[in-house]
């Protein structure tokens, strides 16, 4: 057998400590040590408080031998559900749980990458710039620990997220922005026996309104979705309240928001013609990722994907990370692949080759940033 790489046995600890959303205590404290260890001052924000967490976010630097603006690497401590008392197992090179939780990969493959790419940087003794590695609580379910991060702690202009469900190499450049609508259409009520013709449905209004409307695809940068709808309270009365909800996203902002305004004002014009109204609660979720090619972040990152051996490959994706938040908060971040494949899922999974690459694209990635 061949020497067991170390970025494994890191793996495996962190993903047998357990850490769900808001409960990252433990886990926060195993990486605090580990930082520590290699010489890392760190800092705890105070997001934990501001989202009822047992810790906030984990800032650390390590002070650098070289010239070059500071790198920071983020990756996020939290997982999702069932993910507590993880079993993994180890067959034929691939890493599974046993079936009855998640495996927790995403996005342990991040944090083990970050404290191993860092770790050959520190023993080999390379050229490396102040190095700033940012750990974030509850990033599933809305990226609330990067939402409310302090980010006055970090000086760093550029970012990597170690947290795309891609194969390794893989730079996601563009995600788009997101926001969360609710339309709640208020009709009135009356008996669908008795006196139908007293009352006015919501769900006929919504009806009207959705076919003058654009949804799905708006076009090559906008999606428009309505995935939940709920109304009505017994088969013989007319709907008073109908509610949908859904979310618009788009790779541009200005689009984003126009579309939103189209389905209010569809729904609004749609209700008073009808006599009805309507009540929207439109939340902005994050803004987008949206890097060109020759972005120098960009570049950064394809270059130390080829100094591992890999080919860089752009994507799109259209779900959002903690690099969505970073960008809004005016640092340029791009997510890279870590090979997970299945994640939220009891089938999720991860090769040790695909573990120790991105281990070995962490470390390019801070060979490359000192020869910035
Ligand atoms: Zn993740």
Redesign the pocket.
């Given at each position: 057998m061949s020497e067991r790489p170390r970025i494994l046995d890191t793996f495996l600890t962190l993903v047998t400590t357990d850490s769900q959303t808001r409960k990252e205590g433990r886990m926060a404290d195993l990486l605090q040590e580990r930082l520590e260890a290699m010489g890392f001052t760190v800092q705890r924000d105070d997001a934990g408080e501001r989202i009822g967490g047992e810790t906030g976010n984990l800032i650390a630097k390590l002070k650098g031998n070289s010239e070059g603006p500071p790198l920071c690497l983020c990756a996020?401590m939290d997982r999702v559900s069932p993910g507590t008392g993880i079993k993994p197992q180890i067959r034929d090179g691939v890493i599974t749980s046993d079936g009855t939780t998640i495996l927790g990969a995403?996005?342990a493959a991040?944090l083990a990458a970050i404290l191993e790419g860092v770790q050959r940087a520190i023993e080999q003794g390379v050229k490396r710039p102040d190095i700033e590695v940012v750990f974030t609580i509850a990033?599933?379910g809305g990226l609330n620990g990067s939402k409310n991060m302090d980010f006055s702690l970090i000086e760093a202009r550029e970012a990597f997220i170690i947290?795309s469900s891609t194969p390794v190499g893989t730079i996601i450049n563009k995600a788009p922005a997101q926001t969360k609508v609710t339309y709640r259409v208020i009709g009135k009520a009356a008996h669908g026996g008795v006196e139908p013709e007293k009352g006015i449905s919501a769900l006929v209004v919504a009806a009207h309104a959705l076919t003058r409307m654009k949804l799905g695809r708006i076009d090559e940068e906008t999606t428009a979705n309505l995935g939940l709808a709920q109304g009505g309270s017994a088969t013989n009365i007319v709907m008073e309240t109908f509610e949908m909800r859904g979310d618009v996203r788009s790779l541009v902002t200005e689009k984003m928001e126009a579309q939103v305004q189209h389905m209010t004002e569809v729904f609004e014009r749609t209700a008073a013609e009808f006599g009805a109204r309507v009540e929207a609660d439109i939340q902005f979720a994050y803004g987008p990722v949206n890097l060109k090619p020759d972005d120098p972040v960009v570049q950064r990152a394809a270059a130390a994907i080829r100094r591992a051996g890999l080919e860089p490959e752009l994507r799109a994706t259209g779900g959002g990370?903690d690099a969505n938040i970073f960008n809004s908060r005016g640092i340029t971040a791009c997510n890279l692949g870590t090979g997970y494949r299945g994640?939220h899922s009891l089938q999720e999974s991860i090769e040790i080759a695909a573990l120790e690459r991105i281990g070995d694209v962490v470390f390019a990635l801070i060979v490359e940033s000192a020869s910035a």
């Open positions: 996020h995403d996005d991040g990033e599933e947290d990370s994640a």
